[in-house]
């Protein structure tokens, strides 16, 4: 079973400048996740959808960040325009949904920003 | 959510038993426990839920008192690859999950 796939692995960026990322579930996965893990720290949800609809964005500084899910498959995260304080690792997860527990998520490799 | 505590650090050598223990003082009804396991570069990887008594699996045991207000993730025999940060996470099967910082095992050869 192919796990959760992300792009880019890496990103390096200054600050204002704007940045997106990908993410694609496992196949059947209706619930998706992004999160950001700063260094030492462990994941923050930033948001939470199920299938193509927001269950969850009460963390998401949408002032800078916006994420969609089109289609109930893939999703891309932005950030415009980004800070300094934006540099963290961004995971993408996905879980079965409500009919199983949203406990049990599985993540992707994350990408890594840098905003200088 | 039901707040947990872990201890921030755990060292311990290769071939032994490990034990990380939560506190979770005002766990609900209908909370599960939960823990993940992360690697360094990697993203977090659930490794095993209970909700009462002991839950066993291929990777990890899972012990719960009566009282559940703790919970004890054993790993049998270390090896050096088990070095990780562990997560251990309370709530209801709906809730929103909240990761603290973790415990972070560091294995000695």
């Known amino acids: 079973e192919a796990g959760v796939a992300q792009s880019p692995r890496y990103k390096i960026i200054e600050k204002r400048q704007s940045v997106a990322f990908w993410c694609n579930p496992i196949?059947?996965?209706?619930?998706l996740y992004w999160y950001q893990q700063i260094l030492g720290q462990g994941p923050k949800l930033l948001i939470q959808?199920?299938?193509?609809?927001?269950?969850?964005d009460s963390q998401l500084p949408k002032d800078r960040f916006s994420a969609e899910r089109l289609k109930g498959v893939d999703s891309t995260l932005k950030i415009q325009p980004a800070k300094l304080e934006d540099s963290a690792v961004y995971l993408c997860?996905?879980?079965?949904?409500?009919?199983?527990?949203?406990?049990?998520?599985?993540f992707g490799p994350g990408t890594r920003l840098t905003v200088t | 959510l039901a707040k947990t505590t872990q201890p921030i650090s755990m060292d311990s050598y290769e071939g032994q038993e490990v034990n990380i223990t939560c506190s979770h003082n005002?766990?609900?009804?209908?909370?599960?426990i939960t823990w993940y396991q992360q690697f360094p570069s990697q993203g977090p990887r659930f490794i095993i839920q209970?909700?009462?008594t002991k839950v066993t699996n291929e990777v990890a045991s899972l012990f719960i008192p009566a009282d559940r207000k703790s919970s004890t993730l054993s790993l049998p025999r270390v090896s050096l690859s088990d070095t990780a940060v562990y997560y251990c996470?309370?709530?209801?099967?709906?809730?929103?999950?909240?990761f603290g910082k973790g415990t972070r095992l560091h294995i000695l050869p």
């Open positions: 997860a996905s879980s079965l949904g409500r009919t199983a527990s949203p406990y049990e998520q599985y």
């Open positions: 196949s059947g996965h209706a619930t």
């Open positions: 959808f199920q299938n193509n609809g927001v269950v969850d």
């Open positions: 005002n766990i609900a009804t209908n909370d599960y």
């Open positions: 209970g909700y009462k």
């Open positions: 996470l309370v709530g209801e099967w709906d809730d929103k999950i909240i």
